[in-house]
Antibody
Framework: EVQLVESGGGLVQPGRSLTLSCAASGFTFDDYAMHWVRQAPGKGLEWVSGLSWNSGDIGYADSVKGRFTISRDNAKNSLYLQMNSLRAEDTALYYC??????????????WGQGTLVTVSS | QSALTQPASVSGSPGQSITISCTGTSSDVGGYNYVSWYQQHPGKAPRLMISDVSNRPSGVSNRFSGSKSGNTASLTISGLQAEDEADYYCSSYTSSSPVVFGGGTKLTVL
């Protein structure tokens, strides 16, 4: 059974940093691209970032480019999101999501339960 | 990149069929057969229901179907059931930013 478990969320002040983690199990992690997708409270879905199986192809939404960094450790079956210079508008539930193949196809076939990030002073 | 346009809400009675539209442009929905649909129950993670405009992943009921005409994609749910009550989101590959979602549609089963 595919499982994605996010962690690392919390309350953080504007301008500070936070790192999210996603622990994957139930599938061969290094065979798939992975993504972060967020959902602000009461709002819709927004793709944040994704990377291919070997981190050779990485993409970011314009709203986070230059502030967020996605990475993965295939030996640890883990995905990460380093978030710097956080803003109030980054407040959201952050989901880890699996793609359907090695490369970025932007099909999110499995999702974690999310970790909540609240940016507030 | 603007979100794809979906109706805020749709409703139907058990057993009926409903259709949710997702309107974009020739740079996204109309330009590629890379439209997906996701179902999200309150407090739950989204679930992939349709990929590549009309393909159903394993385990998804055949009551769910997808289609596309021009710049508008559609999700049809036939034989509506109480468990179908949820939010539905479309997404599409785009030529400018890699992927864009619709604003979401709340389906109410009367």
């Amino acid at each position: 059974e595919v499982q994605l478990v996010e962690s690392g969320g919390g309350l953080v002040q504007p301008g500070r940093s936070l790192t999210l983690s996603c622990a994957a199990s139930g599938f061969t992690f290094d065979d798939y691209a992975m993504h972060w997708v967020r959902q602000a409270p009461g709002k819709g879905l927004e793709w944040v970032s994704g990377l291919s199986w070997n981190s050779g192809d990485i993409g970011y939404a314009d709203s986070v480019k230059g502030r967020f960094t996605i990475s993965r450790d295939n030996a640890k079956n883990s995905l990460y999101l380093q978030m710097n210079s956080l803003r109030a508008e980054d407040t959201a539930l952050y989901y880890c999501a699996k793609d359907r193949g090695y490369y970025l196809e932007y099909y999110f076939d499995y999702w974690g339960q999310g970790t909540l990030v609240t940016v507030s002073s | 990149q603007s979100a794809l346009t979906q109706p805020a809400s749709v409703s139907g009675s058990p057993g009926q069929s409903i259709t949710i539209s997702c309107t974009g442009t020739s740079s996204d929905v109309g330009g590629y057969n890379y439209v997906s649909w996701y179902q999200q129950h309150p407090g739950k993670a989204p679930r992939l229901m349709i990929s590549d405009v009309s393909n159903r992943p394993s385990g998804v009921s055949n009551r769910f179907s997808g289609s596309k005409s021009g710049n508008t994609a559609s999700l049809t749910i036939s034989g509506l059931q109480a468990e179908d009550e949820a939010d539905y989101y479309c997404s599409s590959y785009t030529s400018s930013s890699p992927v864009v979602f619709g604003g979401g549609t709340k389906l109410t089963v009367l």
